[in-house]
């Protein structure tokens, strides 16, 4: 494995797209909390409030321990661009045909697929690891005191982040174009799963949440208000969503070695 890992990083290096988006995305997952952060300063400094945050909202969501939640949860609106970076490394395969160069030169089917699949969790692992520095650093900037407690939600993350990444792989490898499977996966994670998935909730006692993105998204929610939203409706079953998404993880990763393995080269 590690001698196919080197090929792939050797296919990698040099693609600047890859690159690009890469970085935009760490950076990003740092500017965006950042935004967010500054936004909960100005409300708890605000001389107007008086304490009113912290009594309607609670404690500082940036403070620990609730900021591996927070940190988590806003990351997670940006879980579209590893999805890219995933579709883009393995359309630009289809597109000059070194997959097919790979397969004449000895790897077997099931060892390209397994090389985007590894590729899949280095991609959600680094992504786990930017939010674990993120949160760090924001943890501290709100002068509270390092609490692993919540820390867990790192682990929901990488499984939300992983989610996102073999939906992604998946599509790559139905459509072979990059903007067919880009166009797909943008409307299908942005768009068509939340318009299905809300009024099926709706309708059927909150059924739409067990959707693919759906049941990750739930592991997840937004430490703002939780206690008041627990106080209306129950806490959803975490547990329960976890072994949701880790067997939608295992239909992707069998869909995609299949249809990989049946596909004309």
């Not at 196919?4 to 988006?21: G, H, V």
């Not at 952060?37 to 009113?52: D, F, L, P, S, V």
């Not at 060892?111 to 924001?138: P, Q, R």
Request: hydrophobic content about 50%; aromatic content about 18%.
């Amino acid at each position: 494995m590690l001698h196919l890992l080197k090929i792939e990083w050797l296919k990698l290096k040099n693609y600047r797209t890859f690159w690009i988006l890469s970085a935009l995305y760490l950076i990003s997952i740092f500017g965006i909390n950042y935004i967010v952060y500054r936004i909960q300063e100005n409300i708890y400094n605000a001389k107007q409030a008086k304490g009113m945050a912290e009594l309607v909202i609670g404690s500082r969501p940036y403070s620990f321990p609730t900021v591996w939640q927070m940190t988590s949860y806003v990351s997670s609106y940006l879980l579209f661009l590893p999805g890219l970076l995933l579709i883009i490394s393995i359309t630009n395969e289809y597109s000059y045909k070194t997959h097919r160069q790979n397969i004449i030169d000895g790897w077997s089917r099931k060892d390209f697929i397994s090389v985007k699949l590894v590729l899949a969790v280095i991609v959600a692992f680094i992504s786990m690891l930017m939010v674990f520095i993120t949160a760090l650093s924001f943890g501290y900037s709100s002068a509270s005191s390092f609490d692993t407690e919540n820390i867990f939600y790192l682990g929901y993350f990488f499984i939300q982040t992983l989610s996102y990444c073999m939906v992604a792989l998946l599509f790559s490898i139905l459509f072979k174009r990059g903007a067919l499977a880009i166009g797909v996966f943008f409307l299908y994670s942005l768009v068509l799963e939340n318009l299905i998935a809300k009024p099926i909730s709706h309708y059927f006692n909150d059924a739409g949440r067990f959707f693919p993105l759906e049941s990750t998204d739930t592991l997840i929610p937004l430490p703002v208000f939780e206690s008041m939203q627990r106080q209306i409706s129950a806490a959803p079953n975490y547990t329960v969503f976890l072994i949701v998404a880790i067997i939608y993880l295992v239909l992707y990763t069998f869909l995609s070695i299949k249809k990989f393995e049946s596909d004309d080269l």
